[in-house]
């Protein structure tokens, strides 16, 4: 059985599959995005219950993408989970918060990564 539809974005390839590949096996329909714009573009037509996007990334940040969720009327639902290994100080006052439902920190802890989603899911607003 499927469980809820998951976007995944990140720049780093090995860090999209370890991802897709755990959330897969778990039993999530899981696309995937190596930056906003392709990002933007498959939120045209897929409609993930939850993103989960690097905050680290060339081009518009994940805290960017996560302001346009939630600004867009048609995606404003979908729940914002930033992934990375660092939070720049500016970030780490909470400032992320305003546009993302989680954090998750990298490196992937594959043990605890489908646990956490699940939780975020749990907790739909």
Known sequence: ???????????????????????ET????????????EAKSILN?????????????PGPTGIELAHWIKMDPRT???KVVLMTSYLPEDLKEESWEEDCDG???????????????EDYLGSRK
Request: charged share 25%; hydrophobic share 45%.
């Open 76 to 78: 404003k639902g979908i």
């Open 103 to 117: 954090f998750l920190s990298k490196p992937i802890d594959s043990k605890c990564l489908t646990e956490k989603i």
């Open 45 to 57: 037509y897929f409609h993930p219950a939850l993103v989960i996007t690097d905050y680290s990334m």
């Open 1 to 23: 059985m499927l469980k809820e539809p998951v976007l995944i974005v990140d720049d780093n390839k090995m860090h999209l599959r370890l991802a897709k590949t755990i959330l």
């Open 26 to 37: 778990e039993g999530f329909k899981v696309l995937t995005a190596g930056d906003v714009p």
